[in-house]
Structures are given as structure tokens and as C-alpha cells.
């Protein structure tokens, strides 16, 4: 058998270096990110599978996903068992991308895996845009894949789907192909960013104002910061507006009480008393969300604060809100911000090597200003540095199954028995597809593609109830009790009649009397 020899240059004697195998920092990085996207969604698919996820918001985005697909544009069951449009609460439209996978196979397994691979793919415009900053390959590496590593960034990959988890991939490339002035491939990310949820468009016209005033191109910087802020405008103002009868948005007007539940009061209240603004932004130990931001990255990104301000919009957003959710990384509402957070320290890193060149810092250090030798080996100490603790941090509080700490999804490293798993498949397989059906949360997810799926203890007019009496509760608003006793009156009622019960999983159908 003949075996190819290794191609020689002419003349040489010596193989051809073009030819070798090289692994340096960007295929460390690709390689890690593909891994990320794998990985993360085998456990995203995992946790589905075992009835670890929930009808809000998987359920939800599948419904709405699959309604479209039905033709029903963005179509969903609410909490209130009302049938209803996304775009009363958020436009994100980009959900409607998911369609045409759905008229191929209608599954909620291309949202999870897409949304792994999506974040996984962030590390690599993360390390381009490190680099350009430090202009160090390696440590720029290793800051990118210490992105992945965020503790918060994988919870939040891990909670269901959001559209938003994908902005800050796209954020990124948008960011990256603005600084080298590649018009199209900005354009294309920027809408793709900005079709996750209306805010996130803020940050884009964040982007305009540093090309403004940091690059100097108001060319590029007045007409992103103006489209950017129109978009947002436009969304805020018209189109859901539109869906709410004219009425502003009930999420607004929950979340942002304070200032009169509408973005105008928020505005009006930031212009007449802006010193009540900054206390209630941080009231209530809401500035600890500064340091979960940039704690990761050792804070370096003080050193940079022209590019720690970028998504500045989206954590003014999350910190006006009274949601605690929205001032914790473990959720979506931080995916956005957190990656300009490396950005951010990768520049600071680089600003701090050359501070420590000024004349007047090095008399002030004396003996122990560090040489240009050590100066040069800095970035890559405090890279590896940054690493280390992203992959600690990981395993203290991080969610993955290879990590078994207090804060991690219980339902990943300690999933339910085998027993109840193929109870709750089998309670699902007696639904009809086009029945109406009122589902504990984790059931719902499992449900999804019909047009009237309601959470219990909602029941309306539905046609069969299912039931995990061992996870009986929505825990941001119904409590367990309340599903117990509901439970209870189903079965008193004589409305609906028990046609299964396992290993804790019921599931009732109307009667004729009932009907």
C-alpha cells in the first residue's frame, strides 16, 4: 500500500510548511465554541426530554413558532388562558425565522439547539474584537473562550429558548464588521440583533455613537444611532401599541411602575428627577449587578469604559425594572450585555499595559514598575487569570451536569426516576392533537403545537387536564397550593372523569355532563 509523502518544496528538500497542521489561537477558539453548541445542546435537548423545561417560556416560543407556521402569525396562549400575539408584549419577530424548519419537522428541538450553537459561535467575533484590541492573539483567546465559561451565560442558554439569548452572537459580528467599515455584514447582524426583542436595537445605536465619537465617522455613527433609535421607537410606539388596543404594554406597565408603567414616563421622570432614577437603580442592593457584569473579568473593564458603555441602554432597562430576574446574569435579560464585558476587559488590558509605560507611573512604582520583558507577558497573565476563574466560578455556581453545586439545575444532575419520565410520556401520548388542554408547567413544553394550551390551574373550557402532581407549581406566580386544591375540585367537580394515574401523573377527560 503506498503512502503519500508530504509535499516538498522544489529545490528544498523540505516539506511544504503550508502544508502543516496548524492549531493556533482562532482554531482554539472555533474548536471550543463548536464544542459549546454541542454540548450545550445535548443538555438543553436532555432537559427538555426528561420534562425539565417549562410551558413558560419554552412552551410559549414553540406555540408561537408553530401558529405561524399554521399561519396564525405569532399566535399564543397566555397566562390568563387568552388567546393572544407575542407583539402585545415584544417584537421579536425573529421567531418567524424558525418557520421554515417547522413545516419541515415541528419541534421545539430546533429552538434549543440553535440557541446553544448560536451563543457557542459568539466566542469567535469575541476573540476578533479582543484581538483588535490587544493585539495578542493568545491572550485574546483565552478571554474569548472565558466568555463560554460564564457561569451566567450558560444558565441563561440552559432556561428554555429566548430569541434575546442569540443578540449577543449577533451584537458582536454587527460590532466587529462596523470597526473594519464592512457595510453589508453589519447591516445583516445589526437586523438580526435587533429582531430578537425590541431593545436590543439600543445597543446598536450604542454602536453608532462610538463610531461618532470614538472612530470619528459620523458617516456611519448619525445614521446607526438614528436608525437604532427610530426602530426602537417604532416598536415601542406603533407596533405594539397596536396589538394592546392602544394601550401600552402589560409588561411595562408591571415592571416599570415607578415611573408610571410607559417608556414616556420613564423618560419624563429621567429628565425631571433624574436623582430618583439613580438611586432606584441602585436601591435594593441593584448595584451588586455592576459587579456581576464585570466581576467575571476582574473588573479590567474600567479600563475601557468607551466600551463597557455600549450596552449601557440594556442595563438601564434591566435595572429600572422591578423584576429581580432582570438584575441576575443567570437570566436572558443579561445575554446582550455580558459579552461586551470581555470586550470590554480585553481593551481595559491593553489600556493597562500602557499606563504602565507613562513616565510618571513608573517614578511613582520605582523598582517595581515592570520592565518591557514583563510588560509583554501581562495580557497573557491576566487572560489566563480571567479563564481561571470563569472555569471556577463554573464549578461553584455554574449549571452544567459535570459541575454538582447548590445552584445548578437539580433536574440536569438529578433528573427524575425512569419510571415517572415514561409515565408523563405516556400521559401526553392520550391527548389528542387537537384537543384543548390545561398543563402543569413542565408538561406544557410537551404540548405546545395546538392553539389553546392553558397552564394549570387555568382550565377554561379545556378538554382534558394533565397533571405532575410532584411538580405542581409555576414558581413566579402560582404557588403549589393553589394547584393542590384545584386538583382537588377537578376531582369533586364529576366534570371531568381520571383516565390515568402514575407514578404521580394524572390526567382527566370532560365528560358529556361537563361539556
Same mark, same amino acid.
Not at 438543553?44 to 412552551?59: C, P, Q, T, W
Not at 398543563?439 to 373550557?461: K, Q
Given at each position: 500500500? #503506498? ?8 529545490g ?14 482562532? =482554531?482554539?477558539?472555533?474548536a471550543?465554541? $463548536?464544542?459549546?453548541g454541542?454540548?450545550i445542546s ?6 427538555h *426530554? ?9 412552551g ?10 399554521? %399561519?396564525?402569525?405569532l *399566535?399564543?396562549?397566555?397566562?390568563r ?12 419577530f ?44 493568545w ?5 474569548a ?5 460564564n ?6 442558554n ?34 438580526l440583533?435587533?429582531?430578537?426583542? *425590541?431593545?436590543?436595537?439600543?445597543i446598536?445605536?450604542?454602536? %453608532?455613537?462610538?463610531? $461618532? ?10 445614521p446607526?444611532?438614528?436608525? %437604532? ?32 408603567g ?12 433624574p436623582? !430618583? ?14 459587579? #456581576?457584569?464585570? %466581576? ?12 463597557a ?15 429581580? #430576574? ?6 436572558h ?23 504602565l509605560?507613562?513616565?510618571?507611573? +513608573?517614578?511613582?512604582?520605582g523598582? !517595581?514598575?515592570p ?9 497573557i ?7 481561571l ?26 433528573p427524575?426516576?425512569?419510571? +415517572?419520565?415514561e409515565?408523563l ?8 392533537? =387537537?384537543?384543548?388542554?390545561s ?29 405532575d =402532581? ?10 403549589p ?8 375540585e377537578?376531582?369533586?367537580?364529576? =366534570?371531568y ?9 394524572v390526567? !382527566?377527560r370532560k365528560?358529556?355532563?361537563g361539556?
Amino acid at each position: 500500500m #503506498q503512502t503519500r509523502s508530504p509535499e516538498i518544496k522544489k529545490g528544498s528538500g523540505e516539506p511544504n510548511p503550508k502544508r502543516r497542521l496548524r492549531f493556533g489561537a482562532r =482554531e482554539f477558539v472555533i474548536a471550543l465554541a $463548536l464544542f459549546y453548541g454541542v454540548f450545550i445542546s445535548f443538555v438543553a435537548v436532555y432537559k427538555h *426530554e426528561i420534562y425539565a423545561s417549562s410551558r413558560f417560556d419554552l412552551g410559549n416560543m414553540d406555540q408561537a413558532v408553530w401558529n405561524s407556521s399554521e %399561519g396564525r402569525i405569532l *399566535e399564543a396562549t397566555d397566562e390568563r388562558g387568552e388567546l393572544t400575539s407575542r407583539l402585545r408584549n415584544h417584537a421579536d419577530f425573529l421567531l418567524l425565522a424558525y418557520v421554515p424548519f417547522y413545516w419541515v419537522a415541528a419541534s421545539p428541538h430546533w429552538l434549543l439547539v440553535s440557541q446553544a450553537v448560536v451563543v457557542g459561535l459568539g466566542a469567535i467575533p469575541l476573540f476578533w474584537l479582543a484581538r483588535r484590541f490587544l493585539k495578542r492573539e493568545w491572550p485574546a483567546a483565552l478571554i474569548a473562550v472565558a466568555y463560554l465559561f460564564n457561569p451566567g451565560l450558560q444558565a441563561a442558554n440552559l432556561f428554555d429558548y429566548h430569541a434575546q439569548m442569540l443578540a449577543g452572537t449577533f451584537l458582536l459580528f454587527a460590532f466587529h464588521y462596523l470597526l473594519e467599515r464592512r457595510l453589508w455584514p453589519f447591516v445583516i447582524f445589526a437586523i438580526l440583533a435587533s429582531l430578537t426583542k *425590541e431593545g436590543i436595537v439600543l445597543i446598536v445605536a450604542m454602536m %453608532g455613537l462610538y463610531s $461618532l465619537f470614538i472612530e470619528r465617522r459620523p458617516r456611519w455613527g448619525v445614521p446607526v444611532f438614528l436608525a %437604532g433609535v427610530g426602530y426602537f421607537l417604532l416598536t415601542m410606539l406603533v407596533i405594539i401599541p397596536a396589538f394592546n388596543v392602544g394601550a401600552a404594554s402589560g409588561l411595562v406597565e408591571e415592571r416599570y411602575a415607578a415611573f408610571g408603567g410607559s417608556i414616556g414616563g420613564v423618560i419624563r421622570t429621567a429628565i425631571t428627577d433624574p436623582f !430618583f432614577v439613580a438611586a432606584y437603580m441602585l436601591a435594593d442592593g441593584k448595584w451588586t449587578y455592576f459587579f #456581576q457584569i464585570f %466581576g467575571m473579568t476582574g473588573m479590567l473593564g474600567i479600563f475601557a469604559p468607551h466600551l463597557a458603555v455600549i450596552p449601557a441602554s440594556e442595563v438601564a432597562i434591566n435595572l429600572l425594572s422591578d423584576r429581580p #430576574q432582570m438584575t441576575n446574569t443567570y437570566y436572558h435579560y443579561s445575554a446582550p450585555i455580558l459579552p461586551f464585558s470581555y470586550v470590554a476587559a480585553a481593551a481595559g488590558i491593553a489600556t493597562l499595559i500602557r499606563i504602565l509605560t507613562f513616565p510618571r507611573v +513608573r517614578r511613582v512604582l520605582g523598582r !517595581f514598575s515592570p520592565g518591557a520583558y514583563a510588560r509583554s507577558k501581562i495580557p497573557i497573565l491576566l487572560a489566563f487569570g480571567i479563564l481561571l476563574f470563569g472555569i471556577e466560578m463554573d464549578f461553584e455556581r455554574g449549571p452544567l451536569p459535570v459541575f454538582h453545586s447548590p445552584s445548578n439545575f437539580r433536574s440536569v444532575i438529578d433528573p427524575a426516576p425512569t419510571e +415517572r419520565v415514561e409515565a408523563l410520556d405516556e400521559a401526553v401520548s392520550l391527548i389528542p392533537e =387537537e384537543a384543548r388542554v390545561s398543563a402543569t408547567n413542565n408538561i406544557g413544553p410537551h404540548l405546545a403545537h395546538r392553539r389553546h394550551l392553558y397552564l394549570f390551574p387555568t382550565v377554561s373550557d379545556a378538554e382534558y387536564v394533565i397533571l405532575d =402532581e410532584t411538580a405542581p407549581g409555576y414558581d413566579t406566580q402560582i404557588e403549589p397550593i393553589l394547584n393542590l386544591q384545584s386538583t382537588q375540585e377537578i376531582r369533586r367537580s364529576g =366534570e371531568y372523569e381520571e383516565i390515568f394515574a402514575e407514578e404521580g401523573v394524572v390526567v !382527566f377527560r370532560k365528560t358529556d355532563s361537563g361539556e
